[in-house]
């Protein structure tokens, strides 16, 4: 079973940064894809950023493109999302998720979920 588990999360005014961290408890790293999705009260879970294990290969929403930053450090199976210049729209429960080989922006595809961490930006 693979866990995965978000911290970082937090109160943060406009323009500020947090650093999300995802834990992923899996045999082997390289045969997933990790994914950050964010979910807004009365809004669809959407995809913010992915990360293909096997090639490293990173992949941005276009509404985080240039103030998100997803790196990994597979010696510790653990994914980042360093966000800078937040805004209101932000405002969400982050989740990573994991799915095997292809990282997808399509929640449905994935297998496994963390249980969230809330990211509020004041304005």
């Known amino acids: 079973e693979v866990r995965l588990v978000e911290s970082g999360g937090g109160l943060v005014q406009a323009g500020g940064s947090l650093r999300l961290s995802c834990a992923v408890s899996?045999?082997?790293?390289?045969?997933?894809?990790i994914g950050w999705f964010r979910e807004a009260p009365g809004k669809e879970r959407e995809g913010v950023s992915c990360?293909?294990?096997?090639?490293?290969?990173?992949y941005y929403a276009d509404s985080v493109k240039g103030r998100f930053t997803l790196s990994s450090d597979n010696a510790k199976n653990t994914v980042y999302l360093q966000m800078n210049s937040l805004k209101p729209e932000d405002t969400g429960v982050y989740f990573c998720g994991a799915k095997y080989f292809r990282p997808s922006y399509d929640p449905g595809e994935y297998d496994y979920w963390g249980q969230g961490t809330q990211v509020t930006v004041s304005s």
């Open positions: 899996v045999f082997t790293f390289e045969d997933y894809a």
């Open positions: 990360i293909s294990g096997s090639d490293g290969s990173v």
